[in-house]
């Protein structure tokens, strides 16, 4: 008897894709054989019921014609990709990583991401671990950048070998794990069938051979823990919280690549300027008589002493703008220096200036 399809995945004719997909995933989980209460037989006809109506053309075929046409019975004999018994078509949409344990093979989900990832050939791409460190600056370097030389203790390439794990002077062998080739077969079953991956050989890392005579530094293994010498070139303008990033500066690996180094940087305050985007501020404090007449001012900025005008009549907390030296923006660009004027008043005036004062506020000033 040719079974109903949408009596096996237990829905009604008009059901959305969607209510396809729901009864199948939970009949799957139920029936798959081997999950304890299984039932091998009703799996394949639960998978084959879900890859006729989950296909739109399928679909509107069995509606018209039944089942007529060819593949939809549970993709058997077929081969695809190392599996053997398993059209992959019909787990397209299957949520398979809450499947939780199944038997003695683990997670299902783990089998299905470790092949449709290559099978672990992601190992070739070995490479260290990434570290970070912090350091803290002066304002003034950070505004124009500078270098530092750190002592940090990290797994760095061994100096005796240079790296290779043999004793200078020996030879490498074949790699007897993998024969040479630097990657293993390794099969795998399944209730799903049996597939193979290829893997990095993990003896050799690839290469295909491994040290005659190890070297007496690392114990072949390529690399050793120790200090390092390391200088950081700080761009000019970096700001509080900012990192630089030391390409291959971090942990090394054998047969890979080496980690990276991230430097956290963080910039002391200071008691005169300050900063907002490239600009530079600072206060400055003008006696009321160059507010009212001018002057002129010597300041220590932070690149050389600069001498500043102060116009005739400036208003209390009025900005100079002192174009050019402020945050290096670019190769040939800085921002601007930008001073805002506080006008210090006379403590404890004398009579003199009492009586200068009293003058000015005749003369409504």
């Known amino acids: 008897m040719v079974s109903d399809y949408y009596k096996t995945l237990g829905i009604e004719r008009g059901a959305s894709k969607d209510d ?13 054989p081997d999950k304890k209460g299984g039932d091998e037989k009703k799996f394949k006809e639960i998978n084959e019921a879900y890859q006729v109506l989950s296909d739109e053309k399928k679909r509107a075929e069995y509606d018209s014609y039944g089942r007529v046409f060819s593949g939809a019975g549970g993709g058997q004999g077929q081969e695809y990709q190392g599996f053997s018994g398993f059209d992959p078509g019909a787990f397209r949409d299957f949520d398979f990583g809450n499947m ?9 989900g783990d089998i299905f991401s470790e092949f449709f990832t290559g099978g672990g ?3 070739s791409e070995r490479r260290g671990r990434d570290i970070s460190i912090e350091l803290t600056i002066p304002f003034k370097e950070s505004i124009f950048g500078t270098e530092r030389r750190v002592l940090i203790t990290k797994i760095g390439v061994c100096k005796n070998c240079s790296g290779s794990g043999a004793k ?15 990657k293993i077969h390794e099969n795998k079953r399944s209730f799903l069938g049996t597939f ?6 993990p003896i050799c890392y690839g290469s295909g051979a491994v040290p005659s005579e190890p070297c007496a530094s690392c114990k072949g293994k390529g690399v050793t823990r120790g200090q390092e010498e390391i200088t950081i070139r700080i761009p000019a303008g970096i700001k509080n919280g900012e990192i630089v990033r030391l390409s291959q500066m ?11 180094l991230y430097v956290k940087i963080g910039v002391m305050p200071d008691s005169v300027f300050s900063r907002e985007r490239n600009n ?12 009212l007449l001018g002057g002129e001012y010597t300041i220590h900025a932070l690149d050389g002493d600069l001498k500043v005008k102060i116009p005739e009549g400036i208003s209390p907390n009025e900005v100079l703008r002192i174009k050019g030296k402020g945050v290096p923006a670019g190769r040939s660009t800085r921002g601007d220096l930008l001073i805002k004027v506080n006008i210090t008043l006379p403590n404890n005036p004398s009579k ?7 003058e000015l506020k005749k003369e409504g000033i």
Do not use: W
């Open 196 to 201: 193979t991956s290829l893997r990095i050989c």
């Open 121 to 123: 050939m992601g190992e």
């Open 352 to 358: 003199k200036v009492r009586a200068i004062i009293e």
């Open 250 to 260: 971090g942990e090394a690996v054998l047969h890979g690549e080496s980690g990276d």
């Open 280 to 291: 530079l501020l600072m206060n400055l404090n003008v006696k009321l008589t160059d507010a």
């Open 20 to 32: 396809v997909k729901r009864a199948f995933h939970k009949l799957a989980h139920k029936y798959h």
């Open 168 to 182: 200078p002077g020996t030879d490498t062998k074949k790699c007897t794990t993998c024969n040479g080739q630097g």
């Open 100 to 108: 939780g344990n199944v038997g003695n093979m683990g997670n299902i």
